[in-house]
């Protein structure tokens, strides 16, 4: 990944993380917690790709396991963010244009059902059943109701960002410098620069022919 992209990813994250802890888990909601955390990754998987969304799925849910008030074993959403990230990204729209909002929601209720449903199994796997005591029905329901509402105030957002991050700035500058460099060169090779040499060497070739004919002409009359 370049930087710029590692640096606006690591931006949105630690940012929907804080956002995530701080405020959306003190709502006391029925059911699930809105989560701002697998939105940015879908936001930025739907423009990076399945490769960057998988890189950024795995960064986000270790940050998730390991940020306060984490209950969990560390890597397991880590795991599960890794999943959706590079699933997602392979919904990443051809060019980069999205041609509805139809799409991206219902990425965004793939996501929430696929990735609750996911935690429920790893948890499973490693002996955590808090999900069959709250409901494994609601939770899937509210996951995926919480996270619709909130993805239109938030993936359009953070799809602009990444596509306008996309754009660097230090590669545009590079390629117009060569792109100066390529006008000051087809300026030099087809404008006055090497005219004007061409026209002084002329000059040069005539001023000698020239010479040497008068030379000539004076030997002639010399000979006469």
Wanted: proline letters at 4%.
């Amino acid at each position: 990944m370049r930087f710029n992209r590692l640096l606006l990813s690591t931006t949105l994250v630690v940012v929907a993380m804080v956002v995530q802890v701080c405020v959306l888990a003190r709502l006391q909601l029925p059911g699930a917690v809105p989560d701002l955390v697998l939105l940015t990754v879908v936001g930025l998987a739907l423009v990076y790709g399945h490769v960057g969304g998988a890189f950024i799925g795995f960064g986000a849910g270790l940050l998730s396991d390991l940020a306060p008030p984490a209950d969990h074993a560390a890597g397991r959403y880590a795991l599960v963010l890794c999943v959706v990230g590079y699933l997602v990204g392979l919904a990443k729209p051809d060019k980069g244009q999205l041609r509805s909002a139809a799409g991206p929601m219902a990425v965004v209720v793939a996501a929430a059902i696929g990735s609750t449903l996911l935690y429920a199994m790893v948890g499973a796997l490693v002996g955590d059943t808090a999900a069959r005591h709250v409901g494994l029905g609601s939770l899937l329901f509210t996951a995926a109701l919480y996270d619709l509402l909130l993805a239109p105030f938030t993936v359009p957002f953070i799809i602009a960002l990444a596509r306008r991050a996309d754009n660097d700035p230090l590669a545009e500058s590079s390629s117009g410098s060569v792109k100066a460099a390529d006008v000051t060169a087809g300026w030099l090779s087809s404008g006055t620069g090497l005219r004007i040499g061409n026209q002084r060497g002329g000059l040069r070739l005539k001023a000698a022919k020239a010479r040497s004919s008068r030379a000539g002409r004076i030997k002639g009359v010399k000979r006469l």
